[in-house]
């Protein structure tokens, strides 16, 4: 079973960038798409953005579409968010997740597995 440690989060103000790391143990990491969720305080987790295993295809949240980009190095085992432009309702804990079936794109969170312990995010006005 894949392992996921996420790493990166910390306190940006509003206009700021942060990169979060999702780094996964197993052989078979470049066969899984892999997303990104989140969850703000007393509200439920969303979908944030989802990666091929390939690396070739990506799925933005309209929320995030445009200052949010997804990455992963097959080599180093990782997955990458790059995050711009942050605004305060962009803070919440991020986790990373295995996709768990083959379809695209995969973003409801059943969907999803090993999930990672979460990194918290948290963007200042």
């Known amino acids: 079973q894949v392992q996921l440690v996420e790493s990166g989060g910390g306190l940006v103000q509003a206009g700021g960038s942060l990169r979060l790391s999702c780094a996964a143990s197993g052989r078979t990491f470049s066969r899984y798409a892999m997303g990104w969720f989140r969850q703000a305080p007393g509200k439920e987790r969303e979908f944030v953005t989802a990666i091929s295993g390939s690396g070739d295809n990506t799925y933005y949240a309209d929320s995030v579409k445009g200052r949010f980009t997804i990455s992963r190095d097959n080599a180093k085992n990782t997955v990458y968010l790059q995050m711009n432009s942050l605004k305060p309702e962009d803070t919440a804990v991020y986790s990373c997740?295995?996709?768990?079936?083959?379809?695209?794109?995969?973003?409801?969170?059943?969907?999803?597995?090993?999930w990672g312990q979460g990194t918290q995010v948290t963007v200042s006005s």
């Open positions: 997740a295995v996709a768990l079936y083959g379809f695209w794109p995969p973003t409801r969170e059943p969907n999803f597995g090993s």
